[in-house]
């Protein structure tokens, strides 16, 4: 008994040993560089769509990702694919610019796109003076017609329609029959965008004013920006701050409730049409990979592998089941994130290791599992290290030569 607890733990250091020597520090993933979140700003990157290109740049300016072709309008999906709006198509791509859905059929001057949560799509054409949803056959399910450059649409939760009639300077709210319930055109100079916030007041990007400004429901304006150079875009933030998108400026700038401008953007646009902040996206479970046997007092080795698609710098949290954990552990950069973990157990029974990870945003990921059994025989067979050796023939090849 005692030969085999001896062949079994100098079996578990040569795994912990290889295993250090084959990943090392670089593949790890260690570092001692906090991969920031993106400082003040509540996501990670901006996706902006100007007449040439479509870039998504981060906090501090870096190109992430870029599509070269003009667009009037863009939006991040949940699924990973970016929504584009060119003048006379719209279309899905993926992260490589595979198409993976477009429709053109009678569009001639597309300003808007949206995708709704039934899965449909919602266009809004300045040269049809119409918006239109369609689903994903290219079937037109609800329309709005004799529109007035309808430069921008949004779907409210209450099914209803926000439109911007820019050559009336006007922005209406329609219900499903297309009936307006509601409109606001005082002062107004040929608006370009319109979004209804979560308070129900309304931000409408006013052009030729010069300004965004936030209504409330009687028409009176509770906040606004001024001094901008062709505003053509704005977005409400989750941090209270405003997104705008200043044409003539070719900047993308991010402001706080004072007006103060917090971030921009600049580097090589030209004519920037729409900009959205595209949200952080929540890291990948970790992998755990080990012995699913063992006992008690003997160290087992296992191997943690985590990610984070939006690139962040990543840490671990471990529980091992018997009152003891390890979190959390880092950073480690994305996609090279692998550490490597001994844990020996004093008790035997049935025990499920859970392991999660953070980026440095905050946002967690969803808890992984593994069940490992420490049987109450006193013996244990080496099969159930060679279960584990078989992931790795090095080291079973070494351990065979060393007659273990």
Not at 357 to 374: I, M, N, P, R
Request: charged share 20%; glycine share 10%; proline share 5%.
């Amino acid at each position: 008994m005692k030969k085999k607890i001896m062949s079994i733990s100098i079996c578990t250091l040569l795994i912990i040993s290889i295993a250090l020597v084959f990943i090392g520090p670089m593949s790890l993933g260690k570092t001692s560089i906090d991969m920031q979140c993106c400082g003040i700003l509540p996501g990670c990157t901006t996706l902006i769509s100007d007449n040439t290109r479509l870039v998504e740049v981060n906090n501090s300016g870096g190109i992430e990702w870029k599509y070269i072709l003009g667009s009037v309008d863009s939006e991040r999906l949940p699924n990973g694919n970016t929504l584009i709006a060119g003048a006379v198509l719209v279309k899905e791509i993926n992260m490589i610019g595979g198409i993976e859905w477009q429709y053109g059929t009678g569009l001639l001057g597309v300003s808007d796109v949206e995708r709704l949560a039934n899965g449909n799509t919602l266009i809004a054409d300045i040269v049809n003076n119409f918006v239109i949803e369609i689903n994903t056959t290219g079937v037109i399910k609800w329309q709005k017609t004799g529109l007035f450059l309808p430069m921008d649409a949004e779907r409210l939760d209450n099914g209803n329609t926000l439109i911007v009639n820019n050559l009336i300077n006007s922005v209406i709210e329609v219900d499903i029959n297309g009936s307006t319930v509601w409109e606001y055109n005082t002062g107004l100079w040929s608006p370009t965008d319109v979004e209804r916030l979560d308070n129900g007041n309304t931000l409408i990007t006013d052009q030729l004013n010069n300004r965004v400004i936030e209504i409330n429901d009687t028409g009176a304006i509770v906040w606004q920006k001024t001094g901008l150079s062709a505003p053509k875009d704005a977005e409400r933030l989750d941090n209270g701050n405003t997104l705008i998108v200043e044409y003539s400026n070719n900047r993308v700038i991010e402001v706080n409730a004072s007006g103060a401008i917090v971030w921009s953007y600049s580097s090589a646009l030209s004519g920037p049409n729409d900009a959205e902040r595209v949200p952080n996206q929540e890291p990948i479970a970790p992998t755990i990979t080990g012995p699913k046997k063992g006992i008690i007092n003997v160290p087992l080795p296992y191997i943690f592998q985590g990610d984070d698609p939006g690139g962040i710098s990543i840490y671990y949290w471990i529980d091992w089941d018997d009152g003891s954990s390890d979190g959390w552990l880092g950073p480690y950069l994305p996609g090279t994130a692998t550490i490597p973990i001994v844990h020996t157990w004093t008790t035997k029974g049935s025990y499920t290791i859970k392991a999660k990870v953070k980026d440095t945003c905050g946002v967690e990921s969803d808890w992984a599992e593994f069940t490992v059994s420490l049987p109450r025989e006193k013996e244990l067979k080496n099969t159930i290290f060679l279960q584990f050796l078989e992931q790795f023939p090095i080291l079973k090849l070494i351990i065979q030569r060393l007659g273990l």
